[in-house]
């Protein structure tokens, strides 16, 4: 997500990182990176100039210039700005007693019908009852599409078959709601290719005569100023609530998402991360800038871990690290839970780990070392899995690495990653958020500084740093000794 923007907004900052002061000059420079950057991740020129004005204004400032840290209050800066242009976001639903009415609309395409899905899915969990109706009668796909929906999830899903009226549909939809049974209906309207008059006077209508309590806009977050475009139209017509923006994770260069609060005044309540029916997210302006800063968003990760992973299992996993036992076994069923929350690159992503790792990977498929990881533990013993290192000698690598379709030194580096997790978990065991963060940034910066990605078992405290004639004092002792013990082997 915004990967392009961040690594741009990245390099920005770290030109004015390692001066020792910044001069009006210089933070131009920068400013002028960060500038370049916000255009060409396709926000709105006139957002871009308006959102640097504000910044330049207190970059420029004594408060920045003369800190110890400018690069640093630059960020600052720049994360609040970025807070004050998405937001702020109202959460709510604004759901009443009796039904409350929700409509979406949107450009066909932009995922409208399976945004439907994942409200209704999101209301259930919420201990509400809601209700879909198919209201769509452009595309007839989508009337089917929305009952497959409704079955995954276990809600109810009106249709009329052969109706061409989507009006008389949505009012009759309605009274079937409120016959009982359901307190939230919502509603998955007609789109179109582009905004025509057909499509405006249609929804208009709808909206005149059911009065939705809400309207929510659909739109594709990888269309750029497209999307905003069109909620302009939208906007103009139906007097939009929020919008939903979708397919956020993918390659979307963050120009919408940044753009369409500044330019409509709708804020954005929810975004889709994710083909998967769970996955909608609240929308919230200070995570999001987190992320385009490359800061991370933990307390998103978090929300998804307590709803994805099983705590059970965590909670075992917890008491068997604090007694110091860690086995291959335990670090396939952690791997397993952490896929539950998407891609592993989106996960480091959200956890700020993400800076300078992916660029020294290259084109190395994360997913796909996940799996042979895998296939090497399901080859092994429960034994081997206990004590990895102790265990596989050369032959039974040979043969590990045959069940899993390996080469054997693959087997070798995955017993040496081993060693040094295994030593990084046990320390971690016991301790809080912050601290096991603090943990995996050291981490990270071991990985990169290692070209091999490998983490090396934490040494012992020797107590002190040894001296260079200490060092050599030592060396000298060890090769005399070495003599001494050859000396005495060929006397016997």
Avoid: W
Avoid at 97 to 115: E, P
Avoid at 354 to 378: A, H, K, P
């Amino acid at each position: 997500m915004f990967s392009t923007l961040t690594e741009k907004l990245g390099d920005a900052f770290r030109s004015l990182q390692g001066r020792g002061a910044l001069t009006e000059s210089n933070m131009r420079d920068g400013l002028s990176k960060v500038e370049e950057a916000l255009l060409e991740a396709d926000v709105s020129y006139s957002v871009v100039k308006d959102f640097m004005a504000r910044v330049t204004e207190q970059a420029l400032g004594e408060k920045v210039l003369r800190s110890l840290t400018p690069g640093q209050q630059l960020v600052s800066v720049v994360n609040q700005e970025l807070i004050n242009l998405m937001g702020p976001v109202d959460h709510s639903l604004h759901l009443h007693s009796g039904v409350t009415v929700l409509m979406l609309c949107g450009l066909q395409g932009s995922g409208k019908t399976t945004t439907c899905g994942k409200l209704a899915m999101m209301l259930k969990e919420r201990g509400r009852h809601p209700m879909l109706a198919a209201a769509d009668l452009q595309r007839p796909a989508a009337i089917e599409q929305l009952h497959v929906l409704g079955r995954q999830i276990g809600v109810p899903v009106f249709s009329e078959p052969g109706a061409t009226d989507p009006v008389k549909v949505c009012q009759s939809a309605l009274k079937q709601a409120q016959s009982g049974g359901v307190d939230v209906l919502i509603l998955d309207t007609a789109g179109r290719l582009a905004i025509d008059q057909e499509l405006m006077d249609e929804l208009t209508q709808i909206d005149r005569r059911v009065e939705p309590d809400q309207v929510y806009l659909v739109v594709d977050g990888m269309t750029g100023q497209d999307a905003v475009n069109s909620a302009q139209g939208f906007n103009a017509a139906l007097e939009l609530d929020g919008c939903i923006m979708t397919k956020l994770d993918g390659d979307s260069r963050g120009g919408a998402a940044l753009s369409v609060k500044h330019i409509t005044g709708v804020p954005i309540k929810f975004i889709g991360t994710g083909e998967h029916l769970d996955a909608l997210q609240e929308f919230h302006p200070e995570r999001m800038a987190g992320r385009i800063l490359g800061m991370g968003d933990v307390l998103t990760l978090v929300e998804d871990a307590q709803k994805k992973f099983d705590q059970d299992e965590m909670a075992r996993q917890q008491e068997q690290l604090l007694k110091g036992q860690f086995t291959l076994d335990d670090f396939r069923k952690q791997m397993t839970q952490i896929t539950k929350l998407g891609p592993l690159q989106k996960v480091m992503g959200m956890m700020g780990l993400d800076g300078g790792l992916s660029q020294m990977m290259g084109d190395v498929d994360m997913e796909q070392q996940m799996r042979r990881l895998f296939g090497m533990i399901d080859s092994m013993t429960a034994e081997e899995k206990r004590n990895p290192k102790k265990m596989i000698d050369q032959s039974r690598r040979r043969r590990i690495a045959a069940g899993a379709g390996v080469e054997p030194h693959e087997v070798n580096d995955l017993i040496k990653q081993f060693d040094g997790m295994a030593s990084l978990m046990k320390d971690m065991a016991g301790k809080g958020m912050l601290e096991k963060m603090k943990m995996a940034k050291q981490m990270q910066s071991q990985l990169s500084a290692n070209p091999n990605a490998q983490l090396a078992k934490k040494k012992g405290d020797t107590g002190k740093r040894l001296t260079a004639q200490e060092r050599t004092r030592i060396k000298k002792e060890r090769d005399r000794e070495a003599r001494r013990r050859k000396r005495m082997g060929k006397n016997k």
